[in-house]
């Protein structure tokens, strides 16, 4: 079974403080991918990566960052973390062949206070 | 970005029939794509259908998917107060990338 681990489960950071969350998969899945979930919006996308150190805008990257030095791993970056950010996050990865489902891990709920 | 749609809520009693909908904008989607989540977890694949396929089913789950109207739908049988959970369609992309809907919460009764 595929593996994606978030490094926390809950997280609490301050206003200005820049912010990191892990996410680590063990398939060998060159796409990976970070989601924010909000009540009543569903999944939105926020960066992802089809292979090692390449990125892509998703549709709401403001704010964020995101690094990824090996295959197995994907780190999102807040610079500097305001309250709107205060959502969970979700990791998620998936095969590069032709529209294989995503792989999800179990979420880091970030409180920004 | 294209839209997908759901509806937010769903009761429904033990033992009866729960169906899902959904509506998707975006007709070049090669794969559909339902996804569960239980109260604290991440997003569990259920099941997934091909654009070129009208229904598919798997143990409880049937998928209905009217490509003409671009309407996709998640039936689970003999519903259980385990199936209690949000329920997300989305639509995949050839790259990969998945649109998802809102999520629609299903409430099992006793």
């Known amino acids: 079974d595929v593996k994606v681990t978030q490094s926390s489960r809950y997280l609490v950071k301050r206003t200005g403080e820049k912010v990191f969350l892990e996410c680590v998969q063990d398939?060998?899945?060159?796409?990976m991918f970070w989601y924010r979930q909000d009540p009543g919006l569903g999944l939105r996308l926020i960066y992802f990566?089809?292979?090692?150190?390449?990125?892509e805008k998703g549709d709401i990257p403001e704010g964020y960052s995101v690094s990824r030095e090996k295959k197995e791993r994907f780190s999102l970056i807040l610079e500097s973390a305001s309250t709107n950010q205060t959502s969970m996050y979700l990791c998620?990865?998936?095969?590069?062949?032709?529209?294989?489902?995503?792989?999800f891990g179990d979420g880091t709920r970030l409180s920004i206070l | 970005g294209e839209d997908v749609e759901q509806s937010l809520f769903l009761s429904v009693r033990e033992g009866d029939s729960s169906v899902i909908n959904c509506t998707y904008t975006?007709?070049?989607?090669?794969?559909l794509y339902w996804y569960k989540q239980e109260p604290g977890a991440g997003l569990q694949l259920l099941t997934y259908?091909?654009?070129?396929?009208d229904m598919k089913q798997d143990q409880r789950l049937t998928v209905l998917l009217n490509k003409k109207d671009k309407h996709l739908s998640l039936r689970i049988a003999d519903t259980q107060t385990g199936d209690s959970a949000i329920y997300f369609c989305?639509?995949?992309?050839?790259?990969?990338?998945?649109?998802f809907g809102a999520g629609t919460q299903v409430v099992v009764t006793p």
């Open positions: 989305a639509e995949g992309d050839s790259w990969g990338k998945l649109q």
């Open positions: 398939m060998d899945h060159e796409n």
């Open positions: 998620a990865s998936s095969l590069w062949t032709d529209n294989q489902p995503q792989h």
């Open positions: 975006d007709s070049s989607s090669t794969y």
């Open positions: 259908i091909f654009s070129n396929m």
């Open positions: 990566s089809y292979d090692v150190k390449m990125k």
